[in-house]
């Protein structure tokens, strides 16, 4: 099983395909490299693709106990591991803050990237200008996870799925399982994000993409984001929660594609 010896940890990561276009994804919180399964076959006819389990998750252990602020320096190494100079980033949730941070520090190595549910990096930004009424309901949703002894994927997947796709919602929670067990406060250490100047002089092209049942991430933080960000293009996909590209995996990669201009 391939792992890289970076930052005190061994990272495991897959690639497949091959080519000069490159895909790297960045799983969520309640994922690891298997969340990918419906994009990896996709892709990898069109590129390389990598995929990784971020430190704490999956294979990859903090075994130096550096948490998610360590998630930036962990990708930056991991494609020079790879002899990966330049790159498109997809990115879901919490692999915003993987994506985006390098994204920042590495505008040149990055080709596009993808947000997908995922506002991570620019977050405080985001919820300076977001309004009252989607506040209240952000921390309501964040009290009722908190309190609720309830599965990942009752969160993390949107009602229409989880009614239609039982099957589905059942995979969704057994690959987040496979994950080790967290400190709480693990994902704080990485929850820096950029100032208004940055965003407004990113060059990179990014699409902002959000279920519109998202609960946890909610549409207009998108629509905020997507202003913040002149080289951005926003997707709202109908039906869907906090996991696009799995609740709608064909509209996730065709969406996708076309943004990327590699669809067809």
């Known amino acids: 099983m391939p792992s890289a010896p970076i930052n005190g940890i061994n990272l495991y990561y897959e690639t497949q395909g ?104 620019i977050r405080d930004i985001v919820m300076a200008d977001l309004d009252d009424a989607t506040k209240v ?43 080790p067990p967290r400190d709480p406060s693990f994902l704080a250490s990485g929850m820096s994000t950029a100032t208004r100047m940055e965003l407004a002089d990113l060059a990179v092209p990014i699409l902002w993409l959000v279920g519109e049942d998202d609960a946890i991430m909610p549409p207009p933080m998108f629509r905020i984001a997507h202003s913040l960000t002149p080289s951005s293009k926003l997707a709202i996909v109908p039906g869907c929660g906090h996991s696009v590209y799995f609740e709608a995996p064909s509209a996730f990669n065709a969406i996708v594609m076309d943004f990327l201009g590699i669809a067809g």
């Open 137 to 179: 309901a952000m921390e309501t949703v964040r009290q009722q996870r908190m309190a609720a002894n309830v599965p990942t994927s009752s969160w993390a997947l949107g009602p229409v799925f989880r009614a239609q796709n039982p099957a589905g919602a059942f995979l969704y929670q057994e690959i987040a399982d496979l994950n």
């Open 18 to 121: 091959s080519g000069d276009e490159v895909f790297v994804f960045a799983h969520g919180a309640g994922g690891n490299h298997l969340s990918w399964w419906n994009q990896v076959p996709a892709f990898a006819e069109r590129g390389r693709v990598v995929t990784f389990d971020h430190r704490a998750f999956g294979q990859s252990l903090d075994t130096d106990g550096r948490g998610a602020g360590a998630f930036v320096d962990d990708l930056e190494a991991l494609l020079d591991h790879l002899g990966i100079e330049r790159a498109t980033l997809i990115a879901q949730s919490m692999g915003g803050l993987s994506a985006m941070g390098f994204t920042l520090r590495h505008e040149r190595r990055v080709k596009a990237l993808v947000m997908a549910d995922t506002v991570l990096g």
